[in-house]
Structure formats: C-alpha cells, structure tokens
C-alpha cells in the first residue's frame, strides 16, 4: 500500500513562511493529481492547492496567491511553500490525491501564532 508522509510543520510567526513536505512510499497512480488539505480542530477538511498531471494547479481562495504546490515526481513528493501565514492557517496539513484519496498520512500541524 502507498503510504504518505507529510513533514515540515511547525511554529510560525503570522508573516512567516514554511515548507510542507510529502513523500510517497513509492509512485502514486491519480488521475487527479495531488493535493494538499488542512483540518483545523472542529473544522471539515478543506483541500487548500492542488496540481494535475499536466502541472496545472488551482487554489482555495483563502490561501490564493501565498501558497504554491509543486511536485517532484522524481523523488515521489510535492511540496507545499506557504508565505504570509495567518492564525487562520493553523491546521493539519495532509496531502492526498483529490477525489480519489489513498489512506491518510499522520499530517504535520501548522500552528501560526504570536
């Protein structure tokens, strides 16, 4: 089974930026790309970025213009950077395919407080 893997959380000021990593334990098959979601404690999950197979992306517009998702298809993982992070930021963060999900990685917490 394919596992994922996401790294690089942590405890940022509101304006700082971090890097999200996730690592596939060996080449995902998605029709639909990647994605990255957070879930905040109470919340639904909300998928916030997501690219294709052909490289396009799209975004939530809460995080439209901060955040950027890529991939390196290489080393099976994608990356999420996030600049200007706000309180409204801290969650979870996953990454699966959108819409056709594989088993959830454990996530990695984005807490974004002063």
């Known amino acids: 089974q394919v596992q994922l893997v996401e790294s690089g959380g942590g405890l940022v000021q509101p304006g700082g930026s971090l890097k999200l990593s996730c690592v596939a334990s060996?080449?995902?098959?998605?029709?639909?790309?990647m994605g990255w979601y957070r879930q905040a404690p109470g919340n639904q999950r909300e998928l916030v970025a997501r690219?294709?197979?052909?490289?396009?992306?799209r975004y939530a517009d809460s995080v439209k213009g901060r955040f950027i998702i890529s991939r390196d298809t290489a080393k099976n993982t994608w990356y999420l950077e996030m600049e200007n992070l706000q309180p409204e930021d801290t969650a979870v963060y996953y990454c699966?395919?959108?819409?056709?999900?594989?088993?959830w990685g454990p996530g990695t917490q984005v807490t974004v407080s002063s």
């Open positions: 699966n395919p959108p819409y056709t999900p594989i088993p």
């Open positions: 060996e080449i995902i098959f998605s029709r639909n790309g």
């Open positions: 690219i294709a197979n052909d490289g396009s992306t």
